[in-house]
DNA sequence: GGATAACATGTTACCGTTAACAGACAACCG
DNA sequence: CGGTTGTCTGTTAACGGTAACATGTTATCC
């Protein structure tokens, strides 16, 4: 890979005369442009980012720390940030935590280390460790889909509770008097959210005894586990309300393995939307977050904040989240 | 953010001795490393890796270049990226081109300047400028999901040929006679070997005149519109193959306004399966592809090559393809 | 006891780029 | 004609880190 210096030596010019002409910056006359542009031409010479940004302390590139990048909720997200920050000229580098607190903390030192311009972080846990480590060196911040209460941060994310609330809602409206909430982790704030949502339903209803909480991870599996334990209980619900969509595909197999129909038997709903794109056969009744634009307006929180344009108030930005009714929730079957 | 000459004067020491306590290289007295990693753990001091890879000329970075995460055979991909190069201590950038031979361009150049130690693409189109491109600044370069004829360069992808040649089988197997193919763009390789899969079952099978191909783009769009000319032309087929889940989708929409009941008036097959973690309901008989292992394969090799241990000819690995035979397709109706 | 080796630390120079300063020359002005 | 202004180009130093070299100290050996 040839240098600044090559492309001088070839054209018969200083390394600080090539500069000008790669940045249109200082007088440089025709005859010489001319001759240093064929000359970087010739060589292919492509300037060196790095050493750019060891002068200027920024490197357009900010880091995209989340869970799981295969969650489509997430990939959503991702594709939004990813437009957002190219648009303005921005790399996004991406990191898959799996929910472990250790690997972000492994990525954030990683991505600090590179000397990114700004994080945008899908935090593996409440814990405010992670904040404070970018804080305390000077890097920017924006917490997406999560709430970090201990911790002054920009955050942008959907309306759980809001959202629970609606759904667990639709469930009574339709006449669901047990309903059963199978929950992710409570070390995590869209799960503390949700199941304030579900209370607080039930509560208004006057059905706060009632209320019937497994908690779990998001995961397929962990909505396997807590759908079999809770069809172990009695009375069995009529309902359920997964927390998310790995969640609800995990209760839907234990369903379909014990024998009972969709919403004729039970009801099943659940959190978070498929795209249009990957649905076959649109079933579940849920709550859609409008995860592409969280992804843009926490890209351009954070853009904002580099270029020096925001408000020094952390700015929380709670975006509404949608019921969309569909197949997977019915009445329900009338006592026996 | 502090720099190595800040932990330097704090504990009292030279830059060097205290880059030789970070690297763990040569000779430091005890008494002196605890009094550097005191003054690295006072001041939060993090390395800075741009000077580093100044020097030393790798940067721990690759690029992944694809045409839409969105996809989920491409989201799974890049977490195989992701996953493997982690492992290696490598960071992952990753950049959208929706197919635009532009954008494909302009991040390309991007990433040279950023002086990723290498890149994965997945091509746009089977144009070799991209992969020229690199290889004139010798940057290494896997080439992902698609072939690229006219120049020579590592590449891994799916069989899709072999694939589907047996998707087509599957339907003639069935007693399909008119089958018609939904394809993605011409341009693109894995459409090119589709299409050939395509025509070899059907000549195999003395059918090569039934051949029935319509090309479009590899969306759901795209399988909308070819779907819809597909119904138009008589007689009409009995079994479709889409080129892709995008299209099978649309396609399928197609279908389901014109009244007609999948697999019983009409079978539909599709390249590239759902991840089981987001198929509530497992309908389409499919050609499934390896993308995890497809993108742990192809970042293996990416890194054995940076790491010098590759050979010098160009690898093509070809991963094979899996046929799962589920609802969707079915024998013909039986001729009025 | 002087040579030698092992240990411990510091100095210089460089990676590629560019801001700040400096110098040279031409045009223009009063 | 001397001074000012505008145009064009070059030199130096710095961004943060470390390899290579240099230097000094202490322990070891014959």
Known sequence: ?????????????????????????????????????????????????????????RTKTIALILTD?????FTTLARGIEDA????????????TDESQDEEAEYLSVVVQKQVDGVLLVPASSSSESVTFLQDRGVPCVVLDR?????????????????????????????H?????????????????????????LDEAGLSSAARVYEGSYTVEGGYRTAKQMLGDTPRPTAVFAANN?????????????????????????FDDLPATMMIDP????????????????????????????????????????????RSSGPPPAEI
Chains 1, 2 share one sequence.
């Open 246 to 270: 790995f969640i609800a595909i995990g209760a839907l197999r234990v369903l379909r393995e014990a024998g009972l129909r969709v919403p004729d038997d039970l009801s099943l709903v659940a």
């Open 1 to 57: 890979m040839s240098t600044i210096g090559d492309v001088a030596k070839r054209a018969g010019v200083s390394a600080m005369t090539v500069s000008r002409v790669i940045n249109n910056s200082g007088y440089i006359s025709q005859e010489t442009r001319e001759r240093v542009e064929q000359a970087i031409a010739e060589l292919g010479y492509v300037p060196n980012a790095l050493a750019r940004s060891l002068r200027f302390k």
């Open 177 to 201: 008097r047990r309903i059963a909430l199978l929950n992710g982790p409570s070390s995590v704030s869209t799960a503390e959210d949700r199941l304030a949502g579900y209370r607080r339903a």
């Open 147 to 175: 709430r970090l209460p201990d911790v002054a941060v920009d955050t942008v994310r959907g309306d759980s509770e809001a959202g629970a609330y609606r759904l667990t809602r639709h469930l009574l409206d339709l006449g």
């Open 69 to 73: 990048i295969t969650n489509p909720f």
């Open 85 to 96: 920050a190219s648009e303005q000229g921005f790399s996004v580098i991406f990191c898959n």
């Open 283 to 326: 079933f579940f009744t849920v709550i859609g977050q409008p995860a592409y634009e969280m992804g843009q307006r926490a890209t351009q929180l954070l853009l904002e904040h580099l270029a020096g344009q925001s408000p020094a108030e952390p700015q929380e930005i709670v975006l509404p989240a949608q019921l969309i009714v569909r």
